[in-house]
């Protein structure tokens, strides 16, 4: 089934956003962890941490677990993330974070994450102690390349949503089956329903002129325009907007009493809700950067973009 965006979507997007009250205490709104963050890459996991607090009532704590060589650029650019040094060789790495994970909402794996052997197999790790918690994922940048290389990871495990790009997205569609090999233009023309039912009907967040995100039975489509910019870091942006608002799913029960109405799984209004406002986002930002933009000029408009969508 597939379904364009309307007042019944946005509604149960809206029922997804938590109110704010003074009746709450700090981390009742949401806390998440992104794990990512090396030597060469330091600004993805910050844009997707800062995205994740910067989105409107946002989430109210976010904790990233990169390697060492990463903590003190990703502390030096904000005060306000929780930077946890764990991607190491040590033996009792996995033991660390485990003892964080029960703290969190959400968990966003893999902006700036980079490939090193003794990194990716301790991600793998932290999936499966994500998974024996119930702890709700996004799966983005070399997560998802990690999967491509062994599809069992998360397979059948609902609670997962993956963002790629069209070359992340046709090595999936290589890794499964669907395609002999990486060919970005047949990619373009498998339907995102169709890799989520190969992978067990995750979520699958398309990314493309227009965004199209499926569990494998339902697909929806968000038509908001965005802007024909590309500058490095959009993505991370949506992995964190997405994964502020699968916090606020786990958070709550409007979400679920809302999606369970509209028979529509939760997790596909999550990744709509993310989506939808980094795309606003961008074209707002474009609007008055054109040529210029980067994707702090993004982030700046976030809070903009949600009032917009979401609370007029």
Excluded at 278 to 303: C, N, V, W, Y
Aim: aromatic share 6%; net charge neutral.
């Amino acid at each position: 089934m597939a379904a364009q965006l309307d007042r019944t979507l946005v509604r149960a997007i809206r029922q997804a956003i938590p109110s704010l009250s003074n009746d709450f205490h700090k981390g009742q709104y949401g806390k998440i962890g992104i794990v990512g963050g090396s030597l060469e890459y330091t600004g993805a996991p910050y844009y997707a941490g800062i995205s994740a607090l910067k989105t409107v009532r946002g989430v109210d704590l976010c904790h990233i677990f990169c390697t060492k060589e990463a903590a003190i650029p990703i502390k030096c650019y904000s005060p306000e993330l929780i930077v946890h040094p764990l991607l190491t060789q040590d033996t009792n790495a996995i033991m660390k974070i485990n003892e964080v994970l029960p703290r969190l909402d959400a968990l966003v794996l893999g902006p700036g994450l980079g490939r090193e052997p003794f990194v990716l197999d301790l991600v793998k790790k932290v999936v499966e102690s994500a998974k024996a918690m119930q702890l709700p994922m996004v799966l983005d940048g070399d997560a998802l390349y990690l999967l491509s290389t062994d599809t069992s990871l998360i397979h059948g495990y609902v609670h997962t949503i993956l963002t790629p790009n069209i070359v992340e997205y046709g090595r999936l569609c290589v890794a499964t089956g669907l395609m002999e090999k990486l060919d970005i233009h047949k990619a373009r023309l498998i339907p995102p329903a169709q890799l989520s039912q190969s992978l067990g009907n995750v979520t699958v967040l398309q990314k493309g002129k227009q965004d199209s995100v499926s569990d494998g039975t339902t697909t929806l489509t968000n038509t908001i325009e965005g802007c024909p910019r590309r500058c490095g870091g959009q993505g991370d942006v949506l992995a964190g907007t997405v994964g502020s608002f699968l916090a606020w799913h786990q958070c709550q029960s409007k979400l679920k009493n809302q999606v369970n109405e509209a028979l529509i799984n939760p997790l596909l209004v999550v990744a709509l809700g993310g989506s939808m406002l980094t795309r606003q986002s961008a074209a707002m930002a474009f609007a008055e950067k054109k040529r210029s933009m980067t994707t702090p000029d993004l982030i700046q408009h976030l809070g903009e973009a949600f009032i917009h969508l979401y609370e007029n």
